[in-house]
């Protein structure tokens, strides 16, 4: 179950955390994987990695904060790598602050990458989707863009705009068999959350109905679900993995 033999996919923001665990699963369960960031150097050592265990990868440097970019980038890639049947917008930023602090700059800078990017990207992507009739997109987006958090009104905006942007898409691409859908990661253990001092690590939990903080595989695992032929009849839907955080 899950395999993804003869399909390729292209993760965005995965030199690292998330990007960088999706990437490695898909390629793990048969696809070739086209890895994307800003951090040429991390992207090809990931896809030496992805290759030296048996997988397929290219890496790709792509900034997604930069949407008139994009067509040209994608036209680089090599012909086995080119046809892309699994897109993931999972590339992002954060500038937090509380919104009479918070310049138009910190705004525009994160709705700009987290979700005009993505926008830009798909609409390149999807269309040699809808030439083959079948695809999936998947857009990682946040508990944060479902129940909302302090500080972070530009980053809550941006990611409930992935909820909305994802739901009109699906309705638009189903009749040619492509999925679009969402998942909603909650606190997942990475290198800025290993850095919480532990009163603050605990008190993050206590709000956790699991009582742990989530990891990377956790959030791959569902990102390979809905990339897969076992989720085909799934369109439109938003994926809360936050281990109740988020009820």
Known sequence: MFRLDGRTALVTGAS?????????????????????????????ALAAEIAEAGGAAHALAL?????ESVAGRLKELPEEFAAID????????????????????????????????????TR??????????????????SVVGLMGNA?????AAAKAGLVGFSKALARELGSRNITVNVVAPGLIETAMTAKLPE???AELTA????????????????????????????TGHTLNVSGGLYI
């Not at 690292?16 to 090809?44: D, H, N, P």
């Not at 390149?124 to 987006?141: A, L, Y």
């Open 16 to 44: 690292q955390g998330i990007g960088e665990g999706v990437a490695r699963l898909l390629a793990a369960q048969g696809a070739r994987v086209v890895v994307a960031a800003r951090s040429a150097a991390r992207l090809a």
């Open 86 to 121: 699994i897109l993931v917008n999972n590339a992002g930023i954060t500038a937090d602050n509380l919104l009479a602090r918070m310049s138009l700059d910190d705004w525009e800078r994160v709705l700009r990458t987290n979700l005009t990017g993505a926008f830009a990207l």
């Open 207 to 234: 709000g956790i109905a699991l009582k742990r903080l989530g990891v990377v595989a956790d959030v791959a695992a569902a990102v390979l679900y809905l990339a897969s032929d076992e989720a085909s009849y799934v």
């Open 124 to 141: 390149e992507v999807v269309r040699g989707m809808m030439r083959r009739r079948w695809g999936r997109v998947i857009s990682v987006s």
């Open 63 to 67: 900034d997604v904060a930069q949407p």
């Open 151 to 155: 500080g972070q009104a530009n980053y």
């Open 199 to 201: 009163a603050s690590r």
